[in-house]
Antibody
Framework: QITLKESGPTLVKPTQTLTLTCTFS??????????VAWIRQPPGKALEWLAL???????RYSPSLKSRLTITKDTSKNQVVLTMTNMDPVDTATYYC??????????????????WGQGTTVTVSS | SYELTQPPSVSVSPGQTASITCSGD??????ACWYQQKPGQSPVLVIY???KRPSGIPERFSGSNSGNRATLTISGTQAMDEADYYC??????????FGTGTKVTVL
């Protein structure tokens, strides 16, 4: 059974750097094809994809946020970390991590994200 | 940047068919997924690769994608299907893009 759980600060000040951790179980990020993504959702608004890291340490970022994001993994700890610099009140949102869907051992980006964490709410305010 | 547009809301009577559209430039050339999100919960994948259902998703959920539009169809809609639905497109250039979301109300 795959599970993911996000953790990090609930409140950050403008201009600060946000660091979020996704701790997962039920799969290994050293297994070929596996990936973990970060997605956020401002209150009452739509989902927004942020970043994805693959088993081979390849990374993809949202073009609009690329300059502010860094995604890393710690395979031994079963964790993925997302950092976002220069936080602003518009970054207030629930942040989710999610597992890249695999079917019968085959994993493709167009399979979507099949298991999501419960989300962690981050408020940006002075 | 690539954008996906959905109607803000769709209303449907129990037992009837709900169709939720997702519009984007040449969307049919990309792959589409659909997610269901109930209040206070995380999204759930209901359709991937345009038409396929993950294990455990009822057969009443189906998808299509052609031209500039992808469609999620819920046949025999039940009260439990009341939720927000998001389309999501993928291709190697735009990567992941989510739609604006549609609130489905079962009246």
């Amino acid at each position: 059974q795959i599970t993911l759980k996000e953790s990090g600060p609930t409140l950050v000040k403008p201009t600060q750097t946000l660091t979020l951790t996704c701790t997962f179980s039920g799969f290994s990020l050293s297994t070929s094809g596996v990936g973990v993504a970060w997605i956020r959702q401002p209150p009452g608004k739509a989902l927004e994809w942020l970043a994805l890291i693959y088993w081979d340490d390849d990374k993809r970022y949202s073009p609009s946020l690329k300059s502010r994001l860094t995604i890393t993994k710690d395979t031994s700890k079963n964790q993925v970390v997302l950092t976002m610099t220069n936080m602003d009140p518009v970054d207030t949102a629930t942040y989710y991590c999610a597992h890249r869907n695999c079917i019968s051992g085959s994993c493709y980006d167009y399979y979507g994200m099949d298991v999501w964490g419960q989300g962690t709410t981050v408020t940006v305010s002075s | 940047s690539y954008e996906l547009t959905q109607p803000p809301s769709v209303s449907v009577s129990p037992g009837q068919t709900a169709s939720i559209t997702c519009s984007g430039d040449k969307l049919g050339d990309k792959y589409a997924c659909w997610y269901q999100q109930k209040p206070g919960q995380s999204p759930v994948l209901v359709i991937y690769e345009d038409t396929k259902r993950p294990s455990g998703i009822p057969e009443r959920f189906s998808g299509s994608n052609s031209g500039n539009r992808a469609t999620l169809t819920i046949s025999g809609t039940q009260a439990m299907d009341e939720a927000d639905y998001y389309c999501q497109a993928w291709d190697s250039s735009t990567f992941y893009v989510f739609g604006t979301g549609t609130k489905v109300t079962v009246l």
